[in-house]
T-cell receptor
C-alpha cells in the first residue's frame, strides 16, 4: 500500500516568488492536512481539506492557501515568499474525515527561501 | 488552552536504559493522545496512542502512562536502543479539530 507522497522533496526559491507543493494521500483517504515544521516553532497546523472543501484552518497569513482535487490530491501554495517561510512542509492524510483514523504523514517538502 | 507542553527538550540515554518523555495539556476536550517518532528527513510516524479512559498502554518496549486528573501523559521507552534515536512528539486532539503537537524531544541513545 503506497504511503503519502509529497513532491517535490526539495525546493529553493527566492524571496517574493511563489511556490506550489503537492500531496497525494493514501488511496481511500479523503482528508488531507498540511503542517509547517521549523526548529523554532515545531509542527504547526496550516489547514485541512476534506472532499475538496477546507474544513479547518490554522493561524497563518493569507499568503498560504491550498486546495484539494476530486481525487483527494492536494496542493499548497505560498505566495510572496519570505525568508521565514523556509521550513519542512508536511502533509498528512486520514480516512473519512476523522482526523486520527489512520493519520499518516508524508516525508515532506523541504523549502528553502533565499 | 490548545497548547501541549513537552519535556525535556533533549534527552541522552545509555543503551539499555529507560527513556521518559513527559507531556501536559490544558484542554479537557482532548480525547486522543498519540506519540509520533520522527527520523531526520522523514515525516512523523505514529508510535503509540492512548485514549483518556485508559491509564496505561503498552506496545513492545513503548508504554504510555496517562494521568487524566493531572492532565499529563508520558512515553516510556524500555531497553532503549541506538535505533530509537529520533525526535519524539506528543500530540492531542479532540474530535472535529486537528492535532496539537508538543515541541518535540530529541532522544539520543548512546551505544
Amino acid at each position: 500500500k503506497a504511503g503519502v507522497t509529497q513532491t517535490p522533496r526539495y525546493l529553493i526559491k527566492t524571496r517574493g516568488q511563489q511556490v506550489t507543493l503537492s500531496c497525494s494521500p493514501i488511496s481511500g483517504h479523503r482528508s488531507v492536512s498540511w503542517y509547517q515544521q521549523t526548529p523554532g516553532q515545531g509542527l504547526q497546523f496550516l489547514f485541512e481539506y476534506f472532499s475538496e472543501t477546507q474544513r479547518n484552518k490554522g493561524n497563518f497569513p493569507g499568503r498560504f492557501s491550498g486546495r484539494q482535487f476530486s481525487n483527494s490530491r492536494s496542493e499548497m501554495n505560498v505566495s510572496t515568499l519570505e525568508l521565514g517561510d523556509s521550513a519542512l512542509y508536511l502533509c498528512a492524510s486520514s480516512l473519512a474525515g476523522i482526523p486520527y483514523h489512520g493519520y499518516t504523514f508524508g516525508s515532506g517538502t523541504r523549502l528553502t527561501v533565499v | 488552552q490548545q497548547q501541549v507542553k513537552q519535556s525535556p527538550q533533549s534527552l541522552i540515554v545509555q543503551k539499555g536504559g529507560i527513556s521518559i518523555i513527559n507531556c501536559a495539556y490544558e484542554n479537557t476536550a482532548f480525547d486522543y493522545f498519540p506519540w509520533y517518532q520522527q527520523f531526520p528527513g522523514k515525516g512523523p510516524a505514529l508510535l503509540i496512542a492512548i485514549r483518556p479512559d485508559v491509564s496505561e498502554k503498552k506496545e513492545g518496549r513503548f508504554t504510555i502512562s496517562f494521568n487524566k486528573s493531572a492532565k499529563q501523559f508520558s512515553l516510556h521507552i524500555m531497553d532503549s536502543q541506538p535505533g530509537d534515536s529520533a525526535t519524539y512528539f506528543c500530540a492531542a486532539i479532540n474530535y472535529g479539530q486537528n492535532f496539537v503537537f508538543g515541541p518535540g524531544t530529541r532522544l539520543s541513545v548512546l551505544p
